[in-house]
């Protein structure tokens, strides 16, 4: 029962550029607490993608970014290639929960 | 090179205990927050405990709230993760990861397998 939304899957061709949301709400990234963002590829454990909205860690392609409005995020791949396809989680802290730390629903992206 | 190495994980039956540990190695150990992150294969991530660099504070998530406890020994760089009175939907592969300064997951280990049945 996560409180961060994302979409099941996402899709795209090769070179083209596709979105991951995040939706979350007043009690954790409308509160401001930082959204950060994991990219899993198969069978390996998840890798930290981008931090604090839109940072990158050091060998993170610059073709991911993220952005924050309101109670949302986004991560965004711009020139998607083969090795993109993952699946992708965004992850903040929540108020609301004794549960503090909570992470998105996930997502798959798919490269046609 | 900056690592943990988790161990520990087993086939064990409901309401039985089991103990996980973690390594680190290549970074101050005691420098950091550490966390326990589980996930059942194919499903998504939940976050279950994390401990304080000092060992100091301790916090859990409500599902397992009780029935596990998280401890480290900065001595021997390593994390734990006692879970007793299993259930089945623990059954999960448990990553730990080190909290950086900019309070994400920076590093992740490669998991340990928990799968509770009878």
């Known amino acids: 029962q996560s409180v961060l939304t994302q979409p099941p899957s996402v899709s795209g061709a090769p070179g083209q550029r596709v979105t991951i949301s995040c939706t979350g709400s007043?009690?954790?990234?409308?509160?401001?607490?930082?959204v950060h963002w994991y990219q899993q590829l198969p069978g390996t454990a998840p890798k930290l993608l981008i931090f604090g909205y839109n940072n990158r860690p050091s060998g993170v392609p610059d073709r991911f970014s993220g952005s924050k409005s309101g109670t949302s995020a986004s991560l965004a791949i711009t020139g998607l290639q083969a090795e993109d396809e993952a699946d992708y989680y965004c992850?903040?802290?929540?108020?609301?929960?004794?549960?503090?730390?909570?992470f998105g629903t996930g997502t798959k992206v798919t490269v046609l | 090179e900056v690592q943990l190495v988790e161990s520990g994980g087993d086939v064990v039956q409901p309401g039985g205990s089991l103990r996980l540990s973690c390594v680190a190695s290549g970074f101050s150990f005691d420098d950091y927050t550490m966390h326990w992150v589980r996930q059942v294969p194919g499903k998504g991530l939940e976050w279950v405990a994390l401990?304080?660099?000092?060992?100091?504070?301790?916090y859990y998530g409500d599902s397992v709230k009780g029935r596990f406890t998280i401890s480290r020994d900065n001595s021997r760089h390593s994390l734990s993760l006692q879970m007793n009175s299993l259930r089945i939907e623990d059954s999960a592969l448990y990553y730990c990861?080190?909290?950086?300064?900019?309070?994400?997951?920076?590093?992740w280990g490669q998991g340990t397998m928990v799968t509770v049945s009878s």
């Open positions: 401990i304080s660099w000092d060992g100091g504070s301790t």
């Open positions: 007043s009690s954790n990234i409308g509160a401001g607490y930082d």
């Open positions: 992850q903040s802290y929540d108020t609301s929960l004794s549960t503090s730390y909570v």
């Open positions: 990861a080190q909290e950086g300064p900019d309070d994400a997951f920076d590093i």
